[in-house]
């Protein structure tokens, strides 16, 4: 089992722009969650999700959105890309049902905004 | 609000030196905590929990609702302790809040 794993593992876009992000779960995971770590920052949680739809949300605005998809993998898209949004994303999956403690992390992807 | 506080970006220790890593909070509710830990080039993982009251890899986290602290501590630091620390709170909605994270340069 590789865990968690994210795609791609670097992105550069320009400002405006929409980007898509992808994340399959460890096996036998179902919830996925997704954070925001910018530089020398901790991460933050943008929103969570299970059984196809979004659970909890951050405070994240409305140019962050997600998906997942039957195979429990899942998207996240970000519309309108500012230079703030430059981070690492991470994502974590679990099986709902657990607390957090079973929460494992992906590698992350690099997404730079120029 | 919930917050994580984590005071130190560095602590700089030398080998078998006594480690101590910071962590306040700040949360109305009933407190989970943990603390992740980031080797280089490694993806985050969990160290230890709150609730569990275990032992990993010699460190040692007592929860202090007095104090609304979470220090992680160990007696005696080794150089593969060096790494990025981070503090989180479960808030109850199954999200995590982190620190800002402190690095642990153990040196030989």
């Known amino acids: 089992d590789a865990g968690v794993t994210q795609s791609p593992t670097h992105l550069i876009k320009t400002r405006g722009q929409q980007v898509t992000l992808r994340c399959s779960p460890k096996?036998?995971?179902?919830?996925v969650s997704w954070y925001q770590q910018a530089l020398g920052q901790g991460p933050q949680f943008i929103f969570q999700?299970?059984?196809?739809?979004?659970?909890q949300r951050g405070n994240f605005p409305d140019r962050f959105s997600g998906h997942q998809f039957p195979n429990y993998s899942s998207e996240l898209n970000v519309n309108a890309l500012l230079l703030g949004d430059s981070a690492l994303y991470l994502c974590?999956?679990?099986?709902?049902?657990?607390?957090?403690?079973?929460?494992?992390f992906g590698p992350g992807t690099r997404l730079l905004v120029l | 609000a919930q917050r994580v506080t984590q005071p130190e970006k560095l602590l700089s220790v030398f080998k078998g030196a006594p480690v101590e890593l910071k962590c306040n909070y700040s949360?109305?509710?009933?407190?989970?905590l943990f603390w992740y830990v980031q080797y280089s080039r490694q993806r985050l993982q969990l160290l230890l929990r709150?609730?569990s009251r275990e032992s990993i890899k010699g460190f040692t986290a007592d929860l202090n609702k007095g104090e609304t602290s979470f220090h992680l501590k160990k007696p005696f630091a080794q150089e593969e302790d060096s790494a990025m620390y981070y503090c989180?709170?479960?808030?109850?909605?199954?999200?995590?809040?982190f620190g800002s994270g402190t690095r642990l340069q153990v040196q030989p």
């Open positions: 989180a709170l479960n808030t109850g909605r199954r999200a995590l809040t």
């Open positions: 949360y109305s509710g009933s407190p989970e």
């Open positions: 974590a999956s679990r099986v709902r049902g657990l607390d957090t403690v079973g929460q494992y």
């Open positions: 096996s036998g995971h179902d919830t």
């Open positions: 709150h609730i």
């Open positions: 999700y299970y059984e196809e739809e979004e659970r």
